[in-house]
């Protein structure tokens, strides 16, 4: 496997750092626990816990895993296979990429990062030159230049955003309920494996929505996401 680090992967490996593991980084072999620190935050370690959880039949943790590597290597082709497989075999849907992320993944993430520093150095470049009658035209192109660069950028953090509100279900038949509280008949419950969009937290719990649209409240221990949030105690 190798890692291609792209654009938002600074962003996003700050968050992991910062989040910690807050959710399985620990081998099977040890501790299978989702409250151990990450013993590494490569593409490459996330990717093989990944297949170390698959091996020991812990899908949950596996998809977790092979999430975060992919958050740090995009284009890998063996996360993404791995994710599949994993996904399949725990009866979990694989979404198709929309026609923006194909779209967004025609030209290589890292190249994507660096044709955004290029726009803010037009865009600098242009300020610097001002009103100079003699750079007009210099400066409107690059203007335009690093206009289209930062648009295309932006258009590339909108595909990567998603992934910091995305979690996974660690427990099998995880109740959601109406409300943030342990009462009453939860509304459905949660495969195990299944990858939720958290949308809210509160004390204990947190605001889930499914790919079927279904919404409600689960308890934090039930899900862990992908990118932790250093200011909860998720």
Not at 146 to 173: E, R
Not at 182 to 195: I, K, R, V, Y
Not at 221 to 226: D, E, K, M, S
Request: hydrophobic share 50%; glycine share 8%.
């Amino acid at each position: 496997m190798k890692a291609h680090p792209g654009f938002g992967v600074a962003l996003l490996a700050l968050l992991l750092a910062q989040g910690g593991a807050s959710g399985a980084n620990t081998p099977p072999a040890a501790d299978t626990g989702v409250d151990k620190e990450p013993a590494s935050l490569s593409a490459n370690a996330l990717y093989n816990l990944g297949n170390a959880y698959a091996r020991a039949n812990q899908p949950a943790l596996a998809i977790l895993n092979y999430e975060r590597a992919r958050l740090l290597a995009p284009d890998d082709p063996d996360i993404a296979a791995n994710l599949r497989f994993v996904r399949a075999a725990a009866n979990q849907p694989s979404p198709a990429p929309t026609r923006l992320a194909r779209a967004v993944a025609v030209l290589p993430p890292t190249l994507t990062a660096w044709l955004g520093v290029v726009g803010v150095l037009c865009l600098g470049g242009a300020l610097i030159a001002g009103k100079s009658t003699s750079r007009t035209g210099l400066r409107r192109s690059s203007v335009v230049v690093g206009i289209a660069l930062l648009g295309w950028t932006g258009v590339s953090a909108v595909v990567f955003w998603p992934a910091v509100h995305a979690a996974v279900v660690v427990t099998d038949a995880a109740p959601v309920r109406v409300s943030p509280v342990p009462m009453g008949d939860p509304l459905f419950t949660l495969p195990m494996a299944e990858t939720v969009e958290v949308t809210a937290a509160h004390e204990d719990y947190v605001l889930i929505r499914t790919r079927a649209g279904k919404a409600g409240w689960a308890a934090r221990a039930n899900v862990v996401p992908v990118v932790p949030d250093r200011t909860s105690t998720w």
